[in-house]
C-alpha cells in the first residue's frame, strides 16, 4: 500500500513570488507520481506525471515537479505565481501494476494575493 | 466536447433518504470512479468499474452502491445506511482500466447535504 503526505494545508504567497507545494510519499514498490489541480467548486484536473526517466517534469501552467527517490519526495514548484494558480492542489501516488489504485494527499490550499 | 458530465450539481437530502447521483461520460472510456471529498481529507474512493456490468469496492464503499450497465454512464446511490452522507462527490474516468498510468478525468462534482 501506498501513502502520500502533504506538509502543508496552506501556503499563501504573493503574486510574481516562487512557490514550492510539498509532497513525501510512502511506498514498499516502485510508484508514479500526479499533482493534480481543483479550483473552487470544480472537479480535478491534472498537473503533472512521473511515470519513469527524467527525474524533472513538467507540467502545465508553468509548473514543474522533481521525482526525488532517496528523499521520496515530489516537490511541486512554479517560479512566479499568478492570482489565477489559487486552487486546491492533490498530490497522488499509486504502484505501478495494472491493479493499482491512486492515493491522494489531503491537498494544500494556495492562496495567492496582490 | 467530450467530459463528464454530473448531476445534480447541488442536492439536498433528508435523513433516511437514498439519492442518487449520475455520471455520463462521452470520452468512450472504459474506466470509471466515484470518489468523495471531505475538507482537509482529500480523496477517498467509493466505488469503481473497469468495464461494463463489473465493478468492486473501495475503501468506503459501505452504504453507496453502484451500476455500470452501460458504458458511458456510473450512477451513485447514497443510502439511508451511510452515517455521514454530506460530502463532495467526484467522478472520474480514465481511458484503460488501471490507473497506474493514466490521467484521471474529472467531472464538476456533486454536493451532497443532509438536512
Known amino acids: 500500500a501506498q501513502s502520500v503526505t502533504q506538509l502543508d494545508s496552506q501556503v499563501p504567497v504573493f503574486e510574481e513570488a516562487p512557490v514550492e507545494l510539498r509532497c513525501n510519499y510512502s511506498?514498499?514498490?516502485?510508484?508514479?507520481l500526479f499533482w493534480y489541480v481543483q479550483y473552487p467548486n470544480q472537479g480535478l484536473q491534472l498537473l503533472l506525471k512521473y511515470l519513469s526517466g527524467s527525474t524533472l517534469v513538467k507540467g502545465i501552467n508553468g509548473f514543474e515537479a522533481e521525482f526525488n527517490k532517496s528523499q521520496t519526495s515530489f516537490h511541486l514548484r512554479k517560479p512566479s505565481v499568478h492570482i489565477s494558480d489559487t486552487a486546491e492542489y492533490f498530490c497522488?501516488?499509486?504502484?505501478?501494476?495494472?491493479?493499482?489504485?491512486?492515493?491522494f494527499g489531503t491537498g494544500t490550499r494556495l492562496q495567492v494575493t496582490l | 466536447d467530450g467530459g463528464i458530465t454530473q448531476s445534480p450539481k447541488y442536492l439536498f437530502r433528508k435523513e433516511g433518504q437514498n439519492v442518487t447521483l449520475s455520471c455520463e461520460q462521452n470520452l468512450n472510456h472504459d474506466a470509471m470512479y466515484w470518489y468523495r471529498q471531505d475538507p482537509g481529507q482529500g480523496l477517498r474512493l467509493i466505488y469503481y468499474s473497469q468495464i461494463v456490468n463489473d465493478f468492486q469496492k473501495g475503501d468506503i464503499a459501505e452504504g453507496y452502491s453502484v451500476s455500470r450497465e452501460k458504458k458511458e454512464s456510473f450512477p451513485l446511490t447514497v443510502t439511508s445506511a451511510q452515517k455521514n452522507p454530506t460530502a463532495f462527490y467526484l467522478c472520474?474516468?480514465?481511458?484503460?482500466?488501471?490507473?497506474?498510468?493514466?490521467?484521471?478525468?474529472f467531472g464538476e462534482g456533486s454536493r451532497l447535504t443532509v438536512l
Open positions: 497522488a501516488v499509486s504502484g505501478t501494476g495494472t491493479a493499482s489504485k491512486l492515493t
Open positions: 472520474a474516468s480514465t481511458l484503460q482500466p488501471g490507473l497506474a498510468t493514466g490521467e484521471l478525468f
Open positions: 511506498s514498499s514498490v516502485s510508484v508514479y
